[in-house]
């Protein structure tokens, strides 16, 4: 999930040494076939997992993003680092945000609420396209950290937001998936336009069908 260029959210996050040798890895770009699959769970005992971690995290404040899933690195594998904690800043921040930093592997969702709201998202595997999604403000989930313990929590507001959108990216959904069809119609275009690479982006991406990869 990226930030969006609306909100001013201050600096970022200071990188914690252990990240400073972890690698920037190139986000797959809308059109790659890992972003429509449904991903695999992740094993307890899967060894570049840690590396994976490390590499997910840098490569998500690399490109300014508060939420990062394992499919836009190209790996079909149910986990996501997430860090909302720049949108509780200042004023009029989310207090859901507040040291809101998860990395959460094999989450389950439940106990969605009926209230939902519409927000605008924006995602980083798709810049430049931010669409209104409507999804349930207070959720439930389950999930392993990275020290593989077993947490639950219940999440509102942004946080739940941020959460719903990344496993989204586990289930092979993505924002245009939440439009109506006559609006994916219209954003066709430029979909088309972002697998090719025809798209100005700041940070490292892999387009699907580029010419010449």
């Known amino acids: 999930m990226s930030r969006g260029p609306s909100r001013a959210l201050g600096a970022l996050p200071t990188f914690p040494a252990a990240y400073l040798c972890a690698m920037i890895r ?33 490569t998500m404040y690399e490109s300014d993003g508060v939420g990062l899933a394992a499919p836009q690195v190209g790996l079909s594998m149910r986990m996501f680092v ?18 809101f930093k998860r ?25 430049g396209v931010r669409e209104p999604v409507k999804r349930p403000v207070r959720i ?14 219940h999440l509102e507001g942004l946080a739940a937001r941020i959460v719903q959108h990344e496993y989204d990216h586990l289930e092979g959904i993505m924002i245009p998936d939440h439009v109506p069809a006559t609006k994916r119609m219209l954003l066709h275009g430029k979909l088309r336009d972002i697998g090719l690479g025809k798209v100005s982006v700041d940070y490292k991406m892999r387009f699907p069908k580029k010419k010449g990869r």
């Open 26 to 58: 190139p986000i797959v770009a809308y059109g790659d076939p890992v972003l429509k699959k449904e991903a695999v769970e992740v094993e307890p005992n899967d060894p570049q997992l840690p590396a994976l971690i490390e590499d997910m995290w840098e």
């Open 103 to 127: 990395v959460m592997i094999n989450p389950v969702l439940f106990d969605l609420s009926e209230e939902q709201s519409t927000m605008e998202e924006g995602c980083l595997s798709i810049p």
């Open 140 to 153: 439930g989930v389950e999930y392993y950290n990275a020290e593989w313990t077993l947490v639950e929590e």
């Open 82 to 99: 997430a860090d909302g904690s720049p949108f509780a800043e200042g004023e009029g921040g989310d207090p859901s945000c507040k040291d």
